[in-house]
């Protein structure tokens, strides 16, 4: 278990993608930059004569200003980064706390927070040596002057910090991030899976005979593995390997997580091969696996319409980003299948239906949204741009889920201004749902209450 913890690939991957990367980065050419202010100091004879007259009389007696700037640093980025707890609170509180870990991690966020670490870093290496020799004041006054102009670059930095911070808790900016975030991923993994090695095949069960099962030996969200390694490792030994969870499952510790179909049983070391190729990832990344860029839109839309919140807007902002997305998902069929060169199944992995991914997005809305009849009419309009490009073996579960909206709607249709609102509405766009059961129903529900 401590070989695949502390692999050393998932290690630099891990830090990569952790928040402290490129304030990390920002800081090590800050503290090179005081190295070189301090060691070797050059002659003011070898500097040009303008330089010269910029020299400071006594760079020593700089100190003071040096310390207040420090001390003015350290207090703009203790203000800076508690504004951003506020925004955090306040953006998990509003929307969904699965985004506030997006927010922090923000490149433009991380790049502000490495200058403000650099600048402190520099002005204290220029306060560690305090004193410079005759004749090496110039160098040293250029090494203050750059840390004044530090100070004034991390004040306009600060500036754009609150505007950035500010524009990205609006609804618009968040719904935005997400379906670019989530667009961007599906694009990926399209343009991967173009490749001829890549197929969508019918499952097939693997004979019990002859299957092997391979443990999970750490617990953890699975986000994604390299299936091109996985069927190299399942073609040297002959063998076909299918994975038994879906990328971004969580798996616990001892859990079969895949079957080899092979005549020889597998040894240990081929065994840790295969988990090494698994990418565990604390939380949901959309980057890895697109699916949670959907579901966290839905996430934002429940919460929205929450009794706390009560913000239909909002929902509907999310269902037209999830709309076009789910109409894109439609016109791609994803992989399921890893073959070798002569087209002979080598990797196998499940991959959500798409009834189950609109069941899994929709039913929530419509259930929170039940009594709002502009979340129904959203989601009606929804299904019925998403039938015009369903294939017919999707068509069904779509014409299943807009008869669940229209009953909703007529349950909630009491009086006959509703009805002509509703019917109108039905009426609009081109689609290929047959909705006369929903006319028929609101109808009925009219009879009744009259």
């Keep these: 278990m401590s070989s695949l913890t502390f692999h050393p690939v998932r290690l630099i991957r891990a830090f990569y993608t952790s928040i402290a990367y490129l304030p990390t980065l920002a800081a090590l050419v800050y503290g090179l930059l ?95 040596v305090p004193e410079v020799d005759d004749g090496e004041a110039a160098w040293r006054s250029l090494a203050i002057y750059l840390a004044c102009a530090m100070v004034l670059h991390c004040l306009a930095l600060f500036v754009y910090f609150i505007h950035n911070a500010s524009q990205s808790i609006q609804i618009d900016a968040v719904i935005s991030g997400l379906h670019g975030t989530t667009l961007a991923s599906m694009q990926r993994l399209h343009d991967k899976e173009t490749d001829d090695h890549w197929r969508y095949l019918p499952s ?44 971004g499952d969580y798996v616990v510790e001892g859990l079969p997580i895949a079957i080899l179909e092979c005549e020889d049983t597998p040894n240990e070391e081929w065994c840790d091969e295969v988990l090494s190729t698994l990418t565990y990832l604390d939380g949901e990344s959309i980057d890895e696996h697109f699916v949670h860029g959907l579901t966290q839109m839905m ?10 919140i009560n913000d239909p807007g909002t929902a509907r902002l999310c269902l037209h980003r999830m709309t076009d997305l789910l109409c894109r998902y439609l016109k791609w069929q994803p992989a399921n299948t890893m073959v070798d060169g002569d087209g002979k199944r080598r990797v196998t992995w499940p991959v959500e239906r798409y009834d189950s991914l609109l069941h899994r997005l929709f039913v929530p809305i419509l259930s929170y949204g039940a009594e709002d009849q502009s979340t129904l009419l959203g989601l009606l309009k929804s299904l019925k741009t998403q039938s015009l490009f369903a294939g017919e ?58």
């Design 34 to 128: 005081g190295l070189l202010a301090l060691a070797p100091p050059i002659s003011d004879t070898s500097l040009p004569e303008v330089i010269q007259k910029l020299s400071l009389t006594a760079p020593g007696s700089a100190q003071s200003l040096l310390a207040a700037m420090l001390g003015g640093m350290i207090s703009l980025m203790v203000f800076s980064f508690s504004m951003v707890m506020s925004v955090l609170s306040q953006a998990g509180g509003n929307f969904s706390h699965k985004l506030v870990f997006g927010l922090v991690s923000e490149r433009a966020n991380q790049w502000v927070l490495g200058h403000y670490l650099g600048t402190i870093l520099f002005i204290l290496i220029l306060l560690i």
């Design 204 to 247: 097939a069960a693997p004979p019990s005979a002859q299957c092997h099962e391979i443990h999970a030996r750490m617990a953890g969200y699975v986000q994604n593995a390299n299936l091109e390694r996985l069927a190299e490792l399942a073609e040297r030994i002959g063998g076909v390997l299918h994975l038994q969870f879906r990328f």
């Design 299 to 308: 996430e934002v839309a429940i919460k929205a319409l929450s009794p706390g």
């Design 393 to 450: 073996h999707q068509l069904p579960s779509i014409q299943r889920m807009a008869q669940r909206v229209g009953q909703a709607l007529a349950d909630g249709a009491s009086d006959p201004m509703d009805q002509a609102f509703i019917v109108e509405r039905l009426e609009r766009g081109a689609h290929r749902l047959d909705l006369t059961p929903m006319r028929e129903r609101l109808a009925a529900r009219l009879e009744q209450i009259g």
